[in-house]
């Protein structure tokens, strides 16, 4: 059998940086294969290239044995290739099916286009109300619009980035069935994650990429994670390991907490309430957009309640603002990095002393003690790993993953007695991301209250004593981490909000009517 | 004061031709700003449509040619702007601000020799049966043919924004221009077209002022009325349809500003020129209570530069 695709040679160079390095793979027609690798490993550009958005540099693509050079989106659609991208490209304030039509070359009319989404998207078990707006769905439902709209396309080949990250357990079985089955009708799905046991579980093949070139190929089911996570990060990984304690007493005690204002697409927090010990991680799990941030907020001080909602060691803090809570040793690392954590034009010296100025002592009768500061941010660097030429450097001009280590090391250097971090190691790669975990252990070792909210559960499970799950403004009562099972998480997450999979009959006659539109008029 | 003496047909008359700059222009900004792009050198369109209108006009001893040089003109000056923020990446509230003081010195370069020189007469368009209405028939149905342009205009943005293709084209690039890039929408043509659209609709505002409302030129004669089309967007919640109530709302406090100075009521006319502003901010305010941007309807992307980095 002739391959669906095959890339041969494909290079893509940035300035200062070689994205792609003479990559060569080949997907064969009804082929689910993975494409993975670490953050900045290639992943995105190589499909980029695929779908026209990023022209390569040398190398060639053959669709169907013909040569493939897409100039735009358009003509890689054209020819049957369709993506699923990591950052949704969604239109908050449309509707569903003008998100869809945006995304199609020759969209039928709006009422004919919405008859058709939703018998499609019944059709995959994704169901789809195509006149709500984008702004008010789930990621999980955001993710079947986009879905929807590659499958109204008939694609060949459907590019799918990093497509589980914001999903439920449950949710990701759904998508997978959905996967499985366009396989059986002959789709070609190119995967890309970096997590490998959905790929083991996904995929026929497999192509790592590390640092812009193929590190290996192989067929993932007959390979151990551990042998696939050694490919791709090219050493074996340190798993953070952790000494038992027993939890001391309460220090942090939150109880009715409830947001009363939100931002237009936010999430009201509803009679949130829990305690955390000294020396102990509470893990908070759930998909992006169920009160995560609306929680850091409340947490860091951010937003301000009423005074007993939260409490630090029996003294009632809920009403003090950040800079009074951080004085009495509750910090926080909000997930936003750039511009919420860091002033992204700033020194690291001044971001330093934006957030430690009180505990480290930074300030003297209202001056800058510069030469402390520069040692604060000296030491950070220090103890962190944070790779940078000095610290004279702005903030902006760090990758992720050595700037979330700048940002957590600064607060975890200030000895505090509780720290809460939202998503600490998102878009971090895998190396930088169990040293962050390391170091929260560690700070909980010695005696810290910490709170890590994530949408990893993976990391969670890792790092957590306890877990809670928030859906929807609501807080699950904690439970022990140890001896959970997935199932259970996905269950304590709200599981698959609503969603079913439909029966199989009526998905292949809706299917054949959208895929022969020559052969008439669809049968009633 | 003597509110007997003002006569209320001829105000309501004169409010449609006083409201039609601002709809003019404000329709435009409109287009833009839905496509992300917050032009604020409106003045400066305007009144280079006015002087470039007036010239054309008066040279050509045409209106019609008047009004297509007014609207090349806007498009022209709006395309520097286009330039400077599409592709040079410029701050966009502080090359519109260039724009208009740039605008208001051409406008007065072009404009020397033509002070003092009388305008053209436009002719009012006379429908028979309609005009000739009682008391609807004035109001309604005796203006210049640029009063009914305008409002088709707005019909027409409004029915393409709602029901075609390039207008939810274009409203996709105002609200998330990095994905309508990643489904391969050409961000910055896209917005430049706007942007011209803009600029030509503000150039018609303007010679409507010099060509049928004074009917003459003087220097700096738009006297801030880009502003208030600034003003009308945001007041308008960035709804066609709603421009059109609120030019006529706000060209209605200009009439009945000028009727009560001529019916010699004791108030500053100060206190009604700043009027628009003030209901603008209250209807920010009113609509902004808690509720937030979605309700507001501002597009997401309103003045912020798009560059591709892929």
Redesign the interface.
Known sequence: MTDLLTIQGLTKAYPGVVANDDVSFAIAPGEIHALLGENGAGKSTLV?MIY???KPDAGAMHLHGQPFTPP???AA?AAGVAMV?Q????????SVA?NV???MES?PPMNQLSREIREVSHAYGLPLDPRRLV?DLSAGERQRVEIVRCLLQDPKLLIMDEPTSVLTPQEVEILFATLNKLKSEGTSILYISHKLEEIRALCDGATILRRGKVVGSCDPRQQSAAELAELMVGEALHVPDRAASEPGEVVLQVAGLTSE?V???GTRLQNVGFEVHAGEVLGIGGVAGNGQDELLSALSGETRGARETVRLRGDPVGHLGPNARRDRGMLSAPEERLGHAAAPDMSLTENGVLSGWQREKLTSGGFVRWGAARAFAEKIIEGFDVRTPGTHVAARALSGGNLQKFVIGREILQRPDVLVVNQPTWGVDAAAAAAIRQALLDLAAQGAAVIVISQDLDELMEVSDRFAALNAGHLSAPRPARGLTIEQIGLMLGGAHDMDVAHTEDAEQIKDMYQNPKSGEPRP | MDLSSINWILLLASLMVAATPILLAGVGELVTERAGVLNLGVEGMMITGAICGFAIGVETNSAILGFVAAALAGAALSMLFGLLTQYLLSNQVATGLALTLFGLGLSALIGQGYIGIKGLEVAKIHIPLLSDIPVLGPILFRHDAMVYVSIFIVAGVWATLRYTRAGLILRAVGENHDAAHALGYKVVRIRLMAIAFGGACAGLGGAYLSLVRVPQWTEGMTAGAGWIALALVVFASWKPWRILIGAYLFGGLTVLQLNLQAAGMKVPVEYLAMSPYLVTILVLVIMSSGRGRAHLNAPAELGRSFHASS
């Open positions: 980029k026209g958005l990023v735009e989106p358009r659609r991208f950052h949704f490209s969604l239109f908050e304030a449309l003008e039509g945006l995304g969209p702004g204002h931002s237009t697409f």
